[in-house]
């Protein structure tokens, strides 16, 4: 090892938290070797240089041995490892797969994000008084309150002694019970079945059919998982094997959301982007799905093909229409398809309706609905629930090989059973206080409100990004971000590129620094070249969400004109 | 694809549940293609071979697919498929790794045992009135209650307007308000930081700091997880890659917790096997270590070693000079140490107790402690907690690269954050009711209490167990199980054989048949050439811990004198 190696810090997740002896920036990606600028330039200028081709923006690294490496005149690698020995574990010699991954919801901007957080509290002064956070999809963070009805049933179910309290409404009391009696020796600390409790796939089966008109679900094709990222990597982890030259290729929208993108890093795969449509408010053409296809055969063995509906990041709602024609397309060239649904719930644009892959495969008839292999997701994270934290979901598998069911059965066995509390909420979510139940009127209310205040802010959002010169915004039919293309001048373009940014991310850590407002740059969901955008939950209570409007208009429009 | 094709169903998790059209057993293990007999004899017979390398058990796969493979004569391929069409995603297509894995804690024996207990609950007659399932570690399900303090404050976190119930005491709500303040949106369903919440991890550093009699934790190198599993398959994830001829060799114990050989078999690695020292009630010798070494120095790239202490199957509780020994090792050897210690409150024999590998380190002065590279894992699983459903869990690294510390917090993020009910219950494990406190003296009593019963279990387990001829058990030190050895008579060996099964898995079958208690053969964790084990958890509660142990006595009685 050398003092002359480039820095090799991943970008997303770089902050190094440990103690060190000296602040630097590092953000090169390796593989490609990318690094701008001399070692010690980069080491002491706060705007340094970060790689081109992973959004990364610079990042502080707190680390005594990353200075020696890179060269610091003081602090040389054979003085510093004097006494220790080196390590075994090092960016050198570990998994190389997992260095690909990237994830930027959880980015160097929010780092920054954090960080600025804390020296506001430390009394720093800041050009703003406050951080509005709208980089990831977490609503109660955001304000949103749980569902009375959930908390009270969860409440019992951590202490049933509540249970004999004649304040709970005798309908969370009766759902309480019927979960616990359902949990080894009547407790949530008792494993689960692996693929979860039997009678919350009941039920979840229940609400497919009701939700799909009838058509059946089978609980036994039903697994409950650790919020919707689990049951998709499980698949994913099912699908792909990347060791020959014949790679698994797994098809993703872009923009989409990087959990499948990191996924597919880290398990070799390779992604095969297809692009939607932004003129067409992001609408998905099987032309595009044909191109992508056709380009993809080329060089690896594309199998899947994974569909966000409604759209994260952007925000679009499918048609019945579209939802067929992609199925008629993964029929006819032998695609698992993927459906990520946890924005079931989220829509508000008028005539746009949520309509699930699982219906409309099934009134296709059983040319597809006997032979598309097909899995849904769903989620408690989102919709008008908003319970991240409880890390529930589900999936529903159709079409399955028998035997590769086996075997994810028993995959997920090793982890045991998803958290059982989550898997208590998904039960609520799927079966909720129905009319004549005492706590009926109370739970509609607070779901409507909570999905009419969402509708409002999608309009509001949509509303006031297109009031600016510079920046279009597509409906936000559902989901809970808006994607707005931002047009970035070429003075600031190239004062970025110059620094080594992406000219998005350099336009939202700018942002950032200058309103206190956390915006994720497009580039981490992907986006066609020269086009730029950012991701912006619609969460944020109305009062503050109207503020952060405010005050992106009015940065976009200095920033156009300082950069003009 | 043929109808001559072997079935390939892996054995543990090859109970498929979907509906089909004919019974069929199926137990091969594809990759090294044994399976005994022509097709349509595994097909019909009840007790079919199975694969003689992975301890699998012949078990139902209802399946109309697998009956043709196995050409059944009126089943054909061609006639099954003529509308079908080929699947995707098959067991020839499917991710091989994905294959390889087996878990026989949730195995063959479990599913049948489940079997079995619809079979009673619809009035099928048995010579038994009820399954008693001593498979797994799941202390909340065989009865063990919830400690009172734990459940009232998750019950406040989760409804908060329980904070205004006088009922509950106030360092319930002390805890309860701290926790919520910590959480974004002071809700249990937000997000929380990927590498859990901040008040949590200082919490857990200071539960370390004074477990290891003063020496600093920094909340920096604590990580949450989802349950011990998570954060174990995390860091193996990390340090290991199997694309080229320099595998990662990762050092585990024989018996061992089958988590690790899953883990290594998705990931690519190479299981380096160490044995435990069965007549030094396993205790560990370097000797062997060495050995294991040297020999997988010939063929891989041994790099991390994993200890379970207090041990799981095996429950010996690892002395200090042990790990000292193991210590000295690793720092020798150039191995990353990972210690699973999840069952550092579960220690019951007389002159046992538990030193952390961290405690143990740092008193081996900076020579180690500045070296060697550590990963300790806890849990709120195991202990007096048996809190297993709500999948909490923490991780602590000591020396971890600080460029790879940036890599792992990336790699966490992607899956967002862990269960926060879970973070929650760990940090009430970690921060229990103190002195003084209202909850303080319940807690202790409950806390107490448990632990006593568990170590009156550990010692009747032995006890009666060694009055058994032809079954010896060595002391149950710690942990929450016994492995007892067994004799299996020559006869029985052979019958089993020629059945296709592992002579221990025959064993367990029969005596869950006949007496309908679960168990889980030896093989399932690995054991020594010739000789065989089952593994018993000491939780049913006492009365049917008798039962159980008596049953077994008799069983093993008349199978030695059927057998001989």
Same mark, same amino acid.
């Given at each position: 090892m050398s003092a002359r190696r480039i820095p090799m810090i991943s970008?997303? +997740? !770089?902050?190094?938290?440990s103690t060190g002896r000296s602040e630097l920036f590092s953000g090169a990606h390796r593989a490609e070797g990318r690094a701008g600028g001399p070692p010690a330039q980069r080491v002491r200028s706060l705007t340094s240089p970060a790689c081109l081709l992973c959004s990364s923006s610079p990042v502080r690294a707190l680390s005594g041995l990353s200075a020696t490496r890179q060269g610091l005149p003081k602090e040389n690698m054979a003085e510093n490892r004097a006494t220790p020995r080196a390590k075994v574990l090092t960016l050198d010699t570990m998994n190389p797969t997992i260095k690909k991954v990237e994830y930027a919801v959880r980015g160097p901007i929010v780092l920054r994000a954090m960080e600025l957080e804390k020296e506001l509290a430390q009394g720093v002064k800041k050009p703003f008084a406050e951080v509005i956070k709208a980089n990831i999809g977490d609503a109660h963070a955001m304000g949103q309150q749980p569902i009375t009805f959930f908390r009270q049933v969860l409440a019992l179910c951590s202490y049933?002694?509540?249970?004999?309290? +004649?304040? @709970?409404p005798e309908d969370a009391k009766s759902r309480a019970r019927r979960i616990l009696q359902s949990c080894g020796g009547n407790s949530l600390g008792a494993y689960s079945a692996s693929q979860g409790i039997d009678a919350v796939r009941q039920d979840v089966a229940q609400y497919i059919k009701r939700r799909d008109g009838g058509i059946p679900s089978n609980p036994e094709d039903i697994y409950l998982t650790t919020g919707a990222s689990d049951g998709i990597v499980t698949m994913l982890k099912l699908l792909v094997? +990347?060791?020959? !030259?014949?790679r698994t290729g797994v098809m993703i929208s872009i923009p989409q959301y990087p959990l499948y993108s990191a996924a597919l890093a880290e398990l070799g795969a390779v992604q095969v982007n297809y692009y939607l449509n932004e003129e067409k408010s992001w609408g998905l053409d099987n032309s595009e799905l044909q191109r992508s296809l056709d380009e993809a055969r080329r060089h690896c063995n594309p199998r899947a093909l994974c569909i966000i509906n409604p759209g994260n990041p952007t925000g679009q709602v499918q048609s019945r229409q579209c939802i067929e024609d992609v199925i008629r397309f993964a029929a006819k060239e032998r695609l698992f398809l993927m459906a990520d649904?946890?924005?079931?719930?989220?829509v508000y644009a008028d005539g746009c309706q949520f309509h699930s892959f699982k219906k409309v495969l099934f009134e296709m008839g059983p040319e597809y609905s006997d032979n598309v292999e097909l899995v849904s997701f769903h989620s408690?994270?989102?919709?008008?629930? *908003?319970?991240? *934290? @409880?890390?529930g979901g589900y999936m529903e598998i159709i079409n399955l090989d028998p035997e590769v069911k086996a075997q994810l059965t028993k995959l997920v066995s090793v982890r045991l059973c998803p958290p059982v509390p989550g898997q208590a909420l998904m039960d609520l979510v799927v079966n909720p206080p129905q009319p004549g139940e005492p706590s009926h009127d109370s739970f509609k209310k607070e779901r409507t409100a909570t999905l009419s205040d969402l509708a409002a802010k999608a309009k509001l959002t949509e509303q006031v990004l297109n009031t600016v010169p510079g920046i279009s915004c597509n409906p936000v039919? *559902? !989901?809970?971000?808006s994607f707005p293309r931002i047009t970035i001048p070429e003075k600031a373009i190239k004062e970025a590129t110059d620094k080594g940014q992406l000219p998005d991310m350099f336009y939202c850590m700018k942002l950032l620094e200058e309103t206190g407002i956390c915006l994720v740059p497009g580039s981490g969901f992907g986006q066609r070249d020269g086009t730029y955008h950012f991701r912006m939950t619609i969460l944020p209570p109305t009062d503050k969400l109207k503020i952060l409007l405010d005050k992106v208009k009015e940065f976009h429009r200095e920033f156009t004109e300082q950069y003009s």
């Open positions: 970008s997303t +997740g !770089a902050r190094l938290l049933p002694e509540l249970l004999n309290d +004649g304040t @709970f094997h +990347g060791e020959d !030259a014949t649904e946890v924005y079931q719930d989220n408690t994270s989102k919709c008008y629930m *908003g319970e991240c *934290g @409880f890390r039919q *559902g !989901a809970m971000y």
